[in-house]
């Protein structure tokens, strides 16, 4: 993308007044030592800052790689299309006042005047790329040495700062993206994670985008051996099955969204402290794969080594290591008798073989009994990543001669982020989230085999859906339609106890369309209670389903019955799903939902009982013929 690595760079409303995007691109491009041809565009001036200004692109000596359009919104789109007509190669656009200020038409027309041309913005800051000396960005940066992480970001303020960070974060290149008129993040990481020296990217993203770019765009970075922390900030609004069926309103697009991201191996973060720490951390992460039986893993797989062992010399600090990792989900494995034993070689006899290990403050400057316990703890069969706890203070550090030296994989964090050790992570909690995130690997295979998703077709009657789930071995109750009121009767004296449903309604309860334990079946039927089935025993109630219309396909499997939109406990998991990653409980059954060739298949409840489980409610949609 030339956008990174432009030849030249025309800057459009190049100006000295202060605070001047077009005039901040000037100066940042000299303060980085830009090699390329750079060329300012102002009518009304002969140069700005040093540099000599022409009225128009038409007046430039050459076509230049990048234009700059530092101009107000109603002037930008024409500045685009002009560059594009000239056969630019990018643009960046900083203006305001489109998309964003629900001007979706000026938005629209920015797009067709790029005619494809690749274009950064608007509402946003633009692009630096600290290797190749280049800043078409418009608030003032300082000359920094290039570094492995890459950030992505819809907030121009979340870029900025990360620029002006001091704490260790060595950034690659940043594009502040904005509205992502033309090019949106997924277009970008899939860009960045190409590039030489990026070996980890921070996502900050407002928008949820399309998930199968999102997924090509991950698959990309697993290849690329390119680690990825994002935030997604807000809650989006529930998929559009949400005013059809349960699924929606409990998986809805943002739990999906992370549902992806987090099963292509993303670490998932919710500030921009930890985007940025984690970030830094996968990006200087050492070439040693996580170590532990399971090797490369996804998270969440069966046979998984992603567990994290926790050191430290305070017991305060344990304490809280082991509250904080269950609230993050960051699995502290018990340890192995082998490891206690290892361990307790070692250990003074006040402190106790655990995780998160105590080793006490009597072993502070012995260098040699620190290293032997961190590689203790690395080798545990269930231990991926040792994440040592040390603050700095003035003075010597025994415990970083002993990681140095430890040939596990192991990372150092502060317990407060301003005593953060050199190359360490600043704070508790961004540290337990880099150790949970570096215990895991990415698996290309797996992101190239998600299922993509499909568009929705009719509603299928549950008397259909149910003879489609019987013919595939998922255990549902008998019943049968009824022709009439004795029909029904009928019916209902041969499978006594019944339940009687109409079939054409989705929301059967809440619009009147249940009955159960009927004790008039003629009266029911005259409601338009027409489909007789059989009660199922009481039981514990999940739902079960497997939605192909979602922000990506996945199964969703939590609470059902009265409790699905009550309880926050669900599991999303994008298809295929292997059986050992199911509750064993309807593993089965979810395996057949998947069999199916359907875009929405919702079992609310399945009823489990010690002997099985049975589908007692289906709700249904065929695939959108293309």
């Not at 697993?222 to 409990?250: F, I, N, P, W, Y």
Request: with cysteine.
């Amino acid at each position: 993308m030339n956008l990174f690595a432009p030849r030249s760079v025309a800057v459009v409303g190049a100006s000295e007044r202060a605070g001047s995007y077009g005039g901040e691109v000037l100066l940042n491009l000299e303060r980085l030592g830009y090699g390329g041809r750079v060329f300012a565009v102002n009518p009304r001036r002969a140069s700005v800052h040093g540099v000599a200004a022409v009225p128009s692109l038409d007046a430039l000596p050459e076509v230049p790689d990048a234009v700059v359009v530092a101009v107000p919104a109603a002037d930008a789109t024409d500045v685009v299309a002009h560059a594009a007509s000239l056969g630019v190669s990018g643009a960046v656009v900083f203006a305001a006042g489109f998309a964003e200020a629900r001007q979706d038409g000026l938005q629209s027309r920015l797009i067709a005047a790029a005619r494809g041309m690749p274009v950064c913005g608007p509402n946003g800051n633009g692009i630096v790329s600290l290797p190749d000396r280049v800043a078409l960005w418009g608030d003032p940066i300082r000359r920094v040495e290039a570094g492995p992480v890459a950030l992505i970001s819809q907030s121009g303020n979340v870029a900025v700062n990360a620029l002006a960070s001091r704490r260790g974060l060595r950034l690659h290149t940043v594009v502040s993206c904005g509205n992502q008129a033309v090019l949106d993040a997924a277009d970008f990481l899939a860009a960045v994670a190409q590039r030489e020296g990026v070996r980890s990217v921070a996502l900050y993203l407002e928008d949820d985008g399309e998930g199968e770019r999102w997924r090509a765009a991950l698959e990309i970075c697993a290849r690329a051996d390119v680690r990825v922390a994002v935030l997604k900030a807000g809650s989006s609004r529930a998929g559009r099955a949400a005013a059809e069926a349960h699924t929606g309103a409990v998986a809805g697009d943002q739990r999906v969204f992370r549902a992806l991201f987090e099963e292509c191996g993303a670490a998932w973060v919710e500030d921009p402290h930890d985007l940025l720490e984690v970030a830094k951390a996968l990006g200087a992460r050492d070439r040693r794969s996580p170590r532990g039986a399971g090797g490369t893993t996804l998270p969440g797989g069966a046979g998984a080594a992603a567990g994290v062992a926790v050191m430290t010399c305070s017991g305060g600090d344990s304490a809280v290591a082991a509250d904080l990792a269950a609230k993050l989900g960051v699995d502290l494995p018990v340890l192995a008798p082998a490891t206690v034993a290892a361990l307790e070689v070692h250990l003074p006899a006040a402190a106790t073989a655990g995780n998160p290990l105590d080793y006490t403050a009597l072993l502070w400057d012995d260098v040699g009994a620190l290293q032997a316990l961190i590689e203790a703890l690395g080798h545990d069969p269930d231990v991926a990543r040792v994440l040592v706890l040390f603050d700095a203070y003035d003075g010597p550090a025994p415990i970083l001669d002993a990681v140095a030296r430890a040939d596990v994989p192991t990372l150092v964090a502060s317990t407060i982020p301003e005593l953060m050790p050199e190359g360490g992570v600043a704070g508790l909690r961004s540290g337990l989230l880099a150790a949970k995130a570096l215990a895991t690997e990415p698996d290309p295979n797996r992101i190239a085999a998600l299922e993509r998703r499909v568009e929705r077709g009719a509603p299928i009657p549950e008397h259909e859906a149910k003879a489609i789930l019987r013919a595939v071995g998922v255990p549902v109750p008998e019943g049968c339609i009824a022709t009439d009121a004795n029909d029904a009767q009928t019916l209902a004296d041969e499978l006594s106890p019944v339940a009687m449903k109409a079939t054409n309604l989705r929301h059967k309860a809440a619009a009147g369309g249940v009955e159960l334990n009927v004790q008039d079946p003629r009266a029911a039927f005259a409601r338009g209670l027409t489909y007789v089935e059989q009660m199922a025993a009481p039981g514990l109630e999940l739902l079960v389903s497997v939605d192909r219309t979602a922000f990506v396909p996945v199964l969703v499997v939590g609470l059902g019955g009265a409790h699905t939109e009550l309880l926050d406990r669900v599991t999303i998991i994008p298809l295929p799903v292997p059986r050992e990653r199911i509750d064993p409980r309807v593993a089965d059954i979810a395996l057949a939902l998947q069999r199916l060739p359907l875009a929405l298949i919702e079992l609310n409840p399945v009823i489990v009982h010690a002997d099985g489980a049975v589908a007692v409610d289906a709700l249904a949609d065929e695939e959108a013929t293309p």
